[in-house]
């Protein structure tokens, strides 16, 4: 079975602080695929990232930096500095090997950021 | 710039219509998606195709039919409109192959319908 559990609903930050979205993942297969996605107001998914259950580097660009960790199966994302601009809804996403093309969501997290 | 196209931004039906969501992408993608997606409930898939003419059952195919005559255009059809289908809906499409699929899904900007 997969499952991708974001058990932070919603969190609420100043600018400036840093914050950490929390996803943590449940699969058999020995290869799968994370994502993260972010939903502003306008309402489309962006994509951010994809890492490969085979790659355990962690990778920042920017603000942005990502915690793959396998043995915790977590992969969770940090804005630093945050911005008003990050305000929106963050989707974890895996998908695994064995799966077909099906992706599996968690149900979101809604980042807040005031000004 | 690539791009998955849906319809209509906003649409309110009334209960017992039958209502067709448009999703178009231009990317050549050989996998469309429908979700739903709900507060607290995240996304939801209701049907997707792996190829045109082709089609499966996701997780909450009730209610709802799809349709994919052509690669690049999926439809989704509510039979007979109910309250409950109330929802924000999003298509998606990705390539075949994973593995150089990149970032996985391209999302349309979504069908907020209201059922009245």
């Known amino acids: 079975a997969q499952k991708v559990t974001q058990a932070q609903t919603e969190i609420s930050v100043v600018e400036k602080e840093d914050v950490t979205l929390d996803c943590v993942y449940e699969t058999r297969d020995t290869t799968y695929y994370l994502f993260w996605y972010k939903q502003p107001p306008s309402g489309e998914l962006v994509f951010l990232i994809r890492r490969n259950s085979f790659d355990e580097q962690n990778e920042i660009s920017g603000r942005y930096s990502w915690n793959f960790q396998k043995s915790t199966s977590s992969f969770n994302f940090t804005i630093t500095a945050s911005q008003v601009v990050d305000s929106a809804v963050y989707f974890c996403a895996l998908k695994g090997s064995n799966t077909g093309n099906q992706f599996y969501f968690g149900t979101g997290t809604s980042l807040t950021v005031i000004p | 710039d690539v791009k998955v196209t849906q319809s209509s931004r906003y649409l309110v039906k009334r209960t017992g219509e039958k209502v067709f969501l448009e999703c178009v992408q231009d990317?050549?993608?050989?996998?469309m998606f429908w979700y739903r997606q709900d507060p607290g409930l995240g996304l939801r898939l209701i049907y997707f195709s792996y190829d045109v003419k082709m089609k499966e059952k996701g997780d909450i195919p009730e209610g709802y039919s799809v349709s994919r005559e052509k690669k690049e255009r999926f439809s989704l059809i509510l039979e007979s409109a109910s309250t409950n289908q109330t929802s924000m809906y999003l298509c998606?499409?990705?390539?075949?192959?994973?593995?150089?699929?990149?970032?996985?899904?391209?999302f349309g900007s979504g069908t907020r319908l209201t059922v009245v």
């Open positions: 998606a499409s990705s390539l075949g192959d994973i593995i150089s699929g990149g970032g996985g899904y391209t």
């Open positions: 990317m050549d993608h050989e996998n």
